[in-house]
């Protein structure tokens, strides 16, 4: 099952969201709420960790 995270940097810890919109609602307004850029990542099983994109 796929998940989705977002995460302020790359080294934090994530916050785990079940979809990619989910995870891009979460992000605008962490990154409009903090003024910074937020990364969103898709997390698969077997295929591992993948940026999507920068908020």
Do not use: K, Q
């Amino acid at each position: 099952m796929t998940t989705y995270e977002i995460r302020d940097d790359p080294d934090d810890l994530p916050i785990i969201c079940a979809t990619l919109a989910e995870a891009e609602r979460r992000g605008r307004r962490r990154a409009a709420r903090l003024g910074i850029e937020v990364l969103i990542y898709e997390m698969h099983p077997t295929r591992g960790e993948r940026l999507i994109s920068a908020i």
